[in-house]
């Protein structure tokens, strides 16, 4: 018999936001209209359609994950997770439309986490060899850049064009080190390269606007991600191994809706956000100075006056290769 921990608490506040209060019998009762309604209806409430909500309800349960209790099933547990992380509400908000205590919401959305952490590492793969065809076949970013996205952290790996090593793109709050390729401090930069007909005036503005053409690629991952689970938006008020916990949980479940159903609104949405949209819409940006040094306090690594020298002298030489091709090309038309 299920204890007393799912019994129904009789008080709700009002804390429910006014586009998402629905005057329902329970929780029970929203989930089943929500998964028998049309799948948009899905994908709004729990951020997902249902064939890819049940399909991840088969997952955790043919993995002993998850159980069926007396009162809520796996369906309904499931539910009430994706419905926090998805409009980025608290306990108490969610209890007025579920009806259940708040440690019961409380006990489910952690056992939903840990379930989803246990199978987080099947939905992230190891970055592979070949280079997108987004990359090799624009000649503002190949042969200089090959660009690899690593899904855990949604940064861009690159390996530079002599094939040395390979670097994490970052912006200007990095500074340039080893490991790190950062644009070049104090240039201005615009998306488009030719702002009023004029190309770049030299070899580091051309390499800060492809760089920030690069980055653009996270900043709409990012957007995609934050737009299906707005609990990231923010620091939720959870301890902080929690706070861990759902970003990893949020990455993975984001890389299974991208398998599952890659089509989605969300991703159309940002998918649409195309480079060349954003070229002409964004004023030009000045790169701010940045926040690190000599020493990267996130990794507790400090670099010796040589190995800054390498790393500078490395973008040098692929701005240098692109700025010459870039005159090249014009001189050709």
């Not at 259940?100 to 060899?129: C, K």
């Not at 094939?163 to 390729?181: C, Q, R």
């Not at 984001?254 to 002409?280: A, C, G, S, V």
């Not at 030009?284 to 020493?295: A, C, F, K, S």
Request: glycine residues 6%; proline residues 7%; negative net charge.
């Amino acid at each position: 018999m299920e204890n007393s921990d799912d019994e129904k608490d009789g008080v709700f506040g009002n804390c429910m936001p006014k586009e998402l209060s629905i005057s329902l019998t329970n929780g029970t009762k929203f989930v089943d209209e929500v998964l028998r309604g049309p799948s948009d209806r899905c994908l709004e409430n729990f951020r997902m359609d249902k064939q890819a909500f049940y399909k991840l309800c088969d997952i955790l349960q043919g993995k002993g994950l998850l159980r069926h209790t007396n009162r809520i099933k796996i369906e309904e547990q499931l539910a009430i997770f994706l419905f926090i992380i998805g409009h980025n509400l608290r306990t108490r908000a969610v209890q007025e439309l579920f009806r259940y205590s708040g440690e019961t919401i409380s006990r489910h959305f952690n056992n939903v986490l840990n379930a989803i952490m246990a199978i987080s590492l099947d939905f992230f793969q190891p970055p592979g060899s070949d280079i997108p065809p987004e990359i090799l076949e624009d000649p503002r970013f190949y042969p200089y850049f090959k660009v690899i996205l690593i899904s855990l952290l949604l940064l861009l790996l690159v390996e530079n064009f002599d094939g040395v090593g390979k670097y994490y793109l970052v912006d200007s709050k990095y500074a340039n080190m080893p490991g790190f390729i950062a644009p070049y401090n104090g240039v201005l930069c615009h998306l488009n390269e030719f702002v009023g007909g004029y190309p770049p005036r030299d070899s580091r503005e051309l390499f800060n606007q492809r760089h920030l053409l690069l980055r653009n690629v996270t900043d709409r991952i990012f957007g995609a991600l934050k737009a299906r689970f707005p609990i990231l938006m923010s620091a939720p008020p959870y301890p902080l191994q929690t706070q861990v916990k759902l970003v990893v949980a949020a990455c993975a479940l984001h890389n299974y809706i991208r398998r599952e159903k890659p089509d989605d609104w969300i991703f159309k949405m940002h998918e649409h956000d195309n480079t060349l949209q954003m070229e002409e819409s964004l004023p030009p940006l000045e790169v701010e100075p940045p926040i690190m040094q000599v020493e990267n306090p996130a990794l507790d690594i400090a670099f010796d006056t040589e190995q800054l020298e390498f790393s500078s002298q490395l973008r040098d030489s692929i701005a240098g290769d692109m700025w010459d091709d870039c005159i090249s090309d014009l001189s050709t038309m």
